[in-house]
């Protein structure tokens, strides 16, 4: 994998959290090592604090926080949690 | 009864639910501002009740609502609501808004999370559209996916404090299926400040629900078991019947058939009462309510006959051995028979088939033979509120209704166990009396409302010819019934029969004895008379003889030409003269 980073797909995902509440503070740390891991090239992460902007997280369908997002590669993927399992989420979102 | 009337208590403002019987035992329906947990199986109706609840406040208070549904999708529960006529689908979603929380299926969890999210966006709608009450249906769903009771319970924590904040009147319903849901969400029970039990039992194969109130911080409440049905209005509490008794009474009087027996209740039974006929089996009350149906029909009423175990063609046919001839009125159709089976899949749609047959053939006179039958074979609370709400609907359609009801001995128990007593106007009681090697009916009134009646025991007599009651007889502290007393009328005939002889013989003494008085008076009477001839004719001999005195004397002494000297002298001669010296003096 490390000799062909430029082939590798542009993974786009957006990150819900509630402000600085435990789990949304330790998601964020971790989808950040998960970004570092795979290449900030391809990894293209938005981060939403639902507090400000509540509406946005309706209409994603968010109802807990933290909710990750992986927007891009199809199919899109939904992970729950504060992400604490790294390994867990790797494969989940290398997965195609 | 209506708590509508009676102002809110500053300590403890309520909201009302709506649900009939529900405000009533709570005394006002949810606590305001705060937290009450729904508890209970599946299939016992916790949605339905949550959701009511919204409706009936964006209905009747014009309040706004939210919906967050964790196991259902809105459209789901939508359709599922759509039975009970409450018209969500008219509401828009600025009234009464679905959020659906369900987590796709193909979501993972990885780690903890939080409901901080979820309620930032409640957060945001509530001020949106302004919501008062919200419903939280089937959390634990989402919760079992923490799998960490202690991060659960933080987050049940989180959703009070949020609705407390909010000032929000929330619904948290609860899943209980057995010891294990009680204790992990048994902390539930502490925080909330009113919890509501559902629950669902299977009684000799009828499904019953049960509501309870376990719980209401502040405030006071019936802590009982009320048996709930679902109705196509909801869900609601089946024995609270209607909150406010408003009949319409009648003075007008109804015969029971038996002529003496409407003597005894001084005219008959109210028009539009309930009558209790209890009794021990073969006591002669399905012959009472058989003589009522016929009275009825031949004053030309409609009238109703609905039986439990029993046929019909069975009924008109021993009633027509007493005399009872039911048969010409089902025949031209103004005498309904009914029969059916006490076990039906369940008592409530056995009223309900019981109420459209009576809405269709509109009678003003029914009798149920026997209303028992229905509490022997099924739970008793449950049966009796059933019963009691479907004479409940007969008497607010002014019926006169005769109920029979089972009753081994003279045991009263039961029969207030039932509460059907409760409900009666006219209680009559038929037992046997055993006496003397045989085996009578007697008939007791045991109250009637509204009326004077006797207190008397009488004794009932089927006959071939009709039924009729007649006096029982009390002698040497024992009642007389059958031949006891058919002795003691005998007796006491022959009794008055000795003593009007004697009687008899008495008076012609005495009439002889006063034709002989009256003899001897006449006997007295012609002596009498006679003695009176005897005196006046003394009277008048005397009398002539004084005249000659007096007249004569000088005409004698003319005609004598004596002197004056010898007037005396000569007049002894005289027999005439002679008289006053013998007896005249």
Known sequence: ?96 | MSMRAQPALPALAKVLTGIRGFDEITRGGLPAGRTTLVLGGPGCGKTVFSLQTLANGVRDANETAIFVAFEESAERILSNAASFGWNLGALTPDQLFFFDARLSPETVTVGEFDLVGMLAILEAKVREIGAQRIVFDGIDVLLALLDNAAAERREMYRIRDWLNHMGLTGIVTQKVSGNESDRRFGFLQFTADCVVLLMHQVLDGSAFRNLRVMKYRGSGFAADEFPITLTSAGLQLTNRGPTELAYDVSDERVSTGVARLDHMLRGGYYRGSNVLISGAPGTAKSTLAGLFAEQSCARGERTMYVSFDEGAKQIVRNLRSVAVHLAPYVESGLLRMFSTRTRGPNIEDQFSDLRAIVREHNPSCLVVDPLSALSTKLSHVASADAAQQFLDFLKGRGITVVNTSLLDGVNTDEVTATGISTIADTWIHMSYVVQDGERNRALTIVKSRGTGHSNQVRELILADDGVTLTDVFVAQGKVLMGVARWQWEKDSAAAKQGADEALERRRLQLRLAQAEATARLEVIRSEMAARSAEIALLARSKGSASDLDATDIATLHGLRFGDDDDVAETAPDSPVSEQPHGQGT
């Open chain 1, 1 to 96: 994998m490390a000799t062909q980073p430029a082939e590798r797909p542009v993974v786009k995902l957006r990150l819900y959290v509630a402000g600085n509440g435990p789990n949304s503070v330790l998601a964020r740390a971790n989808i950040a090592l998960f970004c570092d891991v795979e290449n900030e090239q391809t990894c293209d992460l938005e981060i939403v604090d639902l507090l400000e902007f509540p509406q946005r997280a309706l209409a994603d369908g968010v109802i807990v926080t933290p909710t990750l997002l992986r927007l891009s590669p199809l199919p899109a993927r939904r992970i729950v949690g504060n992400l604490s399992d790294r390994d867990k989420v790797l494969l989940m979102l290398r997965a195609v």
